[in-house]
T-cell receptor, first 114, second 112 residues
Framework: NAGVMQNPRHLVRRRGQEARLRCSPM?????VYWYRQLPEEGLKFMVYLQKENIIDESGMPKERFSAEFPKEGPSILRIQQVVRGDSAAYFCASSPPGIADTQYFGPGTRLTVL | TQLLEQSPQFLSIQEGENLTVYCNSS?????LQWYRQEPGEGPVLLVT???GGEVKKLKRLTFQFGDARKDSSLHITAAQPGDTGLYLCAPHSAGNNRKLIWGLGTSLAVNP
Protein backbone atom coordinates (compact mmCIF):
# COMPACT_ATOMS: atom_id res chain seq x y z
CA ASN A 1 0.00 0.00 0.00
CA ALA A 2 1.79 3.06 -1.24
CA GLY A 3 2.03 6.04 1.04
CA VAL A 4 1.26 9.64 0.23
CA MET A 5 3.06 10.66 -2.94
CA GLN A 6 4.23 14.15 -3.72
CA ASN A 7 5.94 15.45 -6.81
CA PRO A 8 8.14 17.00 -7.66
CA ARG A 9 10.39 16.58 -4.63
CA HIS A 10 12.32 19.68 -5.57
CA LEU A 11 11.09 22.60 -7.64
CA VAL A 12 13.02 25.69 -8.65
CA ARG A 13 11.20 28.69 -10.02
CA ARG A 14 12.14 32.26 -10.89
CA ARG A 15 10.20 35.14 -9.43
CA GLY A 16 6.93 35.63 -11.30
CA GLN A 17 6.60 32.05 -12.52
CA GLU A 18 3.95 29.57 -11.46
CA ALA A 19 4.54 26.58 -9.21
CA ARG A 20 2.33 23.48 -9.29
CA LEU A 21 2.70 20.93 -6.52
CA ARG A 22 0.98 17.58 -6.76
CA CYS A 23 -0.19 15.19 -4.06
CA SER A 24 -1.66 11.71 -4.40
CA PRO A 25 -3.21 10.55 -1.12
CA MET A 26 -2.96 7.05 0.26
CA UNK A 27 -5.35 4.56 -1.30
CA UNK A 28 -8.77 4.85 0.28
CA UNK A 29 -8.10 8.28 1.76
CA UNK A 30 -10.50 11.01 0.75
CA UNK A 31 -9.19 13.91 2.83
CA VAL A 32 -6.13 15.95 1.88
CA TYR A 33 -4.31 18.65 3.83
CA TRP A 34 -1.58 21.01 2.69
CA TYR A 35 1.02 22.47 5.04
CA ARG A 36 3.95 24.83 4.65
CA GLN A 37 7.11 24.58 6.70
CA LEU A 38 9.77 27.25 6.80
CA PRO A 39 13.26 26.62 8.22
CA GLU A 40 13.22 26.73 12.02
CA GLU A 41 9.43 27.08 12.02
CA GLY A 42 6.63 24.66 12.66
CA LEU A 43 4.14 23.23 10.25
CA LYS A 44 1.56 25.79 9.18
CA PHE A 45 -1.84 24.56 8.04
CA MET A 46 -2.89 25.91 4.67
CA VAL A 47 -5.94 24.10 3.37
CA TYR A 48 -8.10 21.02 3.89
CA LEU A 49 -9.90 19.44 0.95
CA GLN A 50 -12.16 16.54 0.16
CA LYS A 51 -12.87 15.37 -3.36
CA GLU A 52 -14.13 18.38 -5.35
CA ASN A 53 -14.59 20.45 -2.19
CA ILE A 54 -12.51 22.92 -0.20
CA ILE A 55 -13.50 22.39 3.41
CA ASP A 56 -11.18 24.83 5.20
CA GLU A 57 -8.83 27.28 3.53
CA SER A 58 -8.25 29.47 6.54
CA GLY A 59 -4.48 29.08 6.27
CA MET A 60 -4.17 30.00 2.62
CA PRO A 61 -2.78 33.39 1.64
CA LYS A 62 -5.53 35.49 0.10
CA GLU A 63 -3.73 36.00 -3.19
CA ARG A 64 -1.75 33.85 -5.60
CA PHE A 65 -2.42 30.55 -3.80
CA SER A 66 -5.10 28.05 -4.77
CA ALA A 67 -5.76 24.37 -4.20
CA GLU A 68 -7.97 21.73 -5.73
CA PHE A 69 -8.72 18.05 -5.30
CA PRO A 70 -10.58 16.89 -8.39
CA LYS A 71 -12.76 13.82 -8.65
CA GLU A 72 -10.00 12.11 -10.60
CA GLY A 73 -6.30 12.68 -10.16
CA PRO A 74 -4.07 14.22 -7.53
CA SER A 75 -4.59 17.27 -5.40
CA ILE A 76 -2.84 20.35 -6.75
CA LEU A 77 -1.45 23.31 -4.83
CA ARG A 78 -0.87 26.16 -7.23
CA ILE A 79 1.17 29.25 -6.52
CA GLN A 80 1.02 31.98 -9.11
CA GLN A 81 3.65 34.69 -9.60
CA VAL A 82 5.97 33.21 -7.01
CA VAL A 83 8.09 35.45 -4.81
CA ARG A 84 11.20 34.61 -2.81
CA GLY A 85 9.13 34.42 0.38
CA ASP A 86 7.28 31.43 -1.06
CA SER A 87 10.45 29.33 -0.76
CA ALA A 88 9.62 26.59 1.72
CA ALA A 89 8.85 22.91 2.09
CA TYR A 90 5.25 22.10 1.24
CA PHE A 91 3.79 18.95 2.72
CA CYS A 92 0.64 17.11 1.86
CA ALA A 93 -1.11 14.76 4.26
CA SER A 94 -4.10 12.50 3.85
CA SER A 95 -6.52 10.78 6.17
CA PRO A 96 -9.23 8.18 5.70
CA PRO A 97 -12.92 9.01 5.91
CA GLY A 98 -14.36 8.90 9.39
CA ILE A 99 -11.02 9.29 11.18
CA ALA A 100 -10.57 12.95 11.94
CA ASP A 101 -7.15 13.13 13.44
CA THR A 102 -4.72 10.62 11.98
CA GLN A 103 -2.88 12.21 9.09
CA TYR A 104 -0.18 10.56 7.00
CA PHE A 105 2.37 12.80 5.38
CA GLY A 106 4.13 12.73 2.06
CA PRO A 107 7.84 13.46 1.63
CA GLY A 108 7.20 17.08 0.71
CA THR A 109 8.09 19.39 -2.16
CA ARG A 110 10.92 21.81 -1.58
CA LEU A 111 10.23 24.99 -3.52
CA THR A 112 13.08 27.37 -4.17
CA VAL A 113 12.33 30.74 -5.75
CA LEU A 114 15.32 32.43 -7.32
CA THR B 1 -6.04 30.44 19.67
CA GLN B 2 -4.91 27.18 21.22
CA LEU B 3 -1.33 27.27 22.43
CA LEU B 4 0.88 24.24 22.38
CA GLU B 5 4.24 24.09 24.09
CA GLN B 6 6.84 21.41 23.53
CA SER B 7 9.87 21.11 25.76
CA PRO B 8 12.74 21.05 25.66
CA GLN B 9 13.15 22.73 22.30
CA PHE B 10 16.58 21.17 21.78
CA LEU B 11 18.15 18.11 23.37
CA SER B 12 21.56 16.59 22.73
CA ILE B 13 22.43 13.36 24.52
CA GLN B 14 24.81 10.42 24.33
CA GLU B 15 23.82 7.04 22.98
CA GLY B 16 22.35 4.86 25.70
CA GLU B 17 20.85 7.65 27.79
CA ASN B 18 17.16 7.96 28.61
CA LEU B 19 15.11 11.06 27.87
CA THR B 20 11.64 12.50 28.16
CA VAL B 21 10.06 15.22 26.05
CA TYR B 22 6.84 17.00 26.87
CA CYS B 23 3.85 18.46 25.11
CA ASN B 24 1.64 20.82 27.13
CA SER B 25 -1.43 22.93 26.63
CA SER B 26 -4.22 24.46 28.65
CA UNK B 27 -6.78 23.00 26.26
CA UNK B 28 -8.45 19.61 26.40
CA UNK B 29 -7.93 17.44 23.36
CA UNK B 30 -9.89 14.57 21.89
CA UNK B 31 -6.71 12.85 20.72
CA LEU B 32 -3.04 13.49 20.26
CA GLN B 33 -0.54 12.34 17.68
CA TRP B 34 3.24 12.08 17.95
CA TYR B 35 5.35 12.37 14.81
CA ARG B 36 9.06 12.19 14.06
CA GLN B 37 10.51 14.22 11.24
CA GLU B 38 13.98 13.76 9.81
CA PRO B 39 15.75 16.46 7.77
CA GLY B 40 14.41 16.66 4.25
CA GLU B 41 11.49 14.33 4.91
CA GLY B 42 7.87 14.53 5.93
CA PRO B 43 6.67 13.80 9.48
CA VAL B 44 6.15 10.11 10.17
CA LEU B 45 3.30 9.13 12.45
CA LEU B 46 4.49 7.27 15.55
CA VAL B 47 1.35 6.90 17.65
CA THR B 48 -2.14 8.20 18.37
CA UNK B 49 -3.41 8.40 21.96
CA UNK B 50 -7.05 8.95 22.70
CA UNK B 51 -7.94 8.08 26.29
CA GLY B 52 -6.88 10.13 29.32
CA GLY B 53 -4.08 8.29 31.14
CA GLU B 54 -3.41 6.06 28.15
CA VAL B 55 0.09 4.62 27.80
CA LYS B 56 1.36 3.18 24.54
CA LYS B 57 4.71 1.54 23.89
CA LEU B 58 6.55 1.33 20.61
CA LYS B 59 9.77 -0.61 21.22
CA ARG B 60 11.92 1.77 23.29
CA LEU B 61 9.42 4.63 23.05
CA THR B 62 6.71 5.11 25.68
CA PHE B 63 3.92 7.61 25.06
CA GLN B 64 1.56 8.83 27.74
CA PHE B 65 -1.56 10.97 27.45
CA GLY B 66 -2.33 13.02 30.53
CA ASP B 67 -5.35 12.13 32.65
CA ALA B 68 -7.03 15.42 31.75
CA ARG B 69 -6.05 15.07 28.07
CA LYS B 70 -4.21 18.39 28.11
CA ASP B 71 -0.66 17.09 27.92
CA SER B 72 1.49 14.21 26.79
CA SER B 73 4.98 12.87 27.20
CA LEU B 74 7.34 10.74 25.16
CA HIS B 75 10.01 8.73 26.95
CA ILE B 76 12.85 7.08 25.07
CA THR B 77 14.88 4.39 26.77
CA ALA B 78 18.50 3.76 25.77
CA ALA B 79 18.49 6.27 22.95
CA GLN B 80 20.25 5.39 19.72
CA PRO B 81 21.60 7.63 16.94
CA GLY B 82 18.69 6.48 14.78
CA ASP B 83 16.33 8.24 17.19
CA THR B 84 17.74 11.59 16.08
CA GLY B 85 15.07 13.83 14.64
CA LEU B 86 12.38 16.39 15.31
CA TYR B 87 9.61 15.07 17.55
CA LEU B 88 6.29 16.78 17.01
CA CYS B 89 3.11 16.44 18.99
CA ALA B 90 -0.09 17.25 17.17
CA PRO B 91 -3.27 17.21 19.21
CA HIS B 92 -6.73 17.38 17.80
CA SER B 93 -9.69 19.20 19.27
CA ALA B 94 -13.17 17.91 18.71
CA GLY B 95 -15.06 20.29 16.52
CA ASN B 96 -11.89 21.83 15.08
CA ASN B 97 -12.77 20.73 11.59
CA ARG B 98 -10.17 17.93 11.53
CA LYS B 99 -7.30 20.37 11.95
CA LEU B 100 -4.34 19.32 14.02
CA ILE B 101 -2.49 21.81 16.21
CA TRP B 102 1.26 21.90 15.70
CA GLY B 103 4.02 22.94 18.04
CA LEU B 104 7.63 23.66 17.15
CA GLY B 105 8.75 20.24 18.30
CA THR B 106 11.74 18.94 20.19
CA SER B 107 14.89 18.56 18.14
CA LEU B 108 16.76 15.53 19.46
CA ALA B 109 20.35 14.66 18.65
CA VAL B 110 21.72 11.34 19.88
CA ASN B 111 25.48 11.24 19.64
CA PRO B 112 27.34 7.94 19.18
Amino acid sequence: NAGVMQNPRHLVRRRGQEARLRCSPMKGHSHVYWYRQLPEEGLKFMVYLQKENIIDESGMPKERFSAEFPKEGPSILRIQQVVRGDSAAYFCASSPPGIADTQYFGPGTRLTVL
Amino acid sequence: TQLLEQSPQFLSIQEGENLTVYCNSSSVFSSLQWYRQEPGEGPVLLVTVVTGGEVKKLKRLTFQFGDARKDSSLHITAAQPGDTGLYLCAPHSAGNNRKLIWGLGTSLAVNP
